[in-house]
C-alpha cells in the first residue's frame, strides 16, 4: 500500500500511447494517488499520434500535467485539418512545471534566466541542454535522446542536478516512465514491447560525480 504520492514523469511519447498506458499499468498508476507529468513530443515520428493525444487529453483530465513540447508547437503552426483539431488543447499546455526540487521542462533551461522568463524556443528547443548548475533545483527534461548524452542507449540518463528521460522511443528504442520517489524506471521496448524495470542512483543527481 502506498504511503505518500509518487511523482512519475515520461517524456517524447511520440505516438507511442498504447505503450505509455502499458508503462503505467505496470506502475500501478493511480490518478488519486499519483502525480504524473509528461514533458512533451506526444506526437510525429510513431504509429499514432491522434491515438497518443487521446490517451494525453484523458490523463490530464484525471490530474496529470502535460507540457508542451517542439513537436507540438509545430501542430500549432499547421493547418492540417487533425493539427487543427487539437490546436485548442495544445495551446492550453503550459512549458514546465515546478515540484520542488524538480523542475520539469521538455528540453532544457537556460542559465542564469529566471523560471518564469525562459523562452518558450529554450524551454523546448535547447539540445544538447545546459550542464550548468541550476541552484537548488533537479532539472528534468527529454528531447535530447539519452544516447545522444552517454554511450548507453535506451537509458535514463544522469549528471547532477540533471536528468534526462528522453529514451528513443521516438528512434526505435526505449519510452520510459521515472518513479522520481523511489527512483525507479519502467521501460519499454518499441521494437518488443519488452518490459522491464531498473533503479537509479540518486546520489548522482544530488551531488556525486557521474562516471
Known sequence: ????????????????GHLLTKLLQAANYSPNIDQLIMLGDYINKGPDS?????????LCKEGAVALAGNNELKWLQSIDKDAVNWQPFLTSLPFWKEIAPFVFVHAGLKKDVP?????????????????????????VFGHT?????RSDVDRVWLHKGMIGIDTGAGHGY????????????????????RLETYSLDKQIVFGHTYE
Do not use: C
Request: without cysteine; proline residues 5%.
Open 50 to 58: 491522434i491515438g497518443t493525444l487521446q490517451v494525453i487529453h484523458a
Open 145 to 149: 535522446p539519452t544516447f545522444r548524452l
Open 174 to 193: 526505449n519510452l520510459s516512465l521515472v518513479d522520481l520517489t523511489n527512483w525507479v524506471v519502467y521501460a519499454i521496448s518499441t521494437n518488443d514491447q
Open 115 to 139: 523560471l518564469r522568463e525562459q523562452h518558450m524556443e529554450d524551454l523546448t528547443g535547447i539540445n544538447p541542454p545546459s550542464f550548468d548548475d541550476f541552484p537548488d533545483k533537479i532539472v
Open 1 to 16: 500500500m502506498k504511503n505518500e504520492k509518487r511523482i512519475l514523469a515520461i517524456s517524447d511519447v511520440h505516438g507511442n
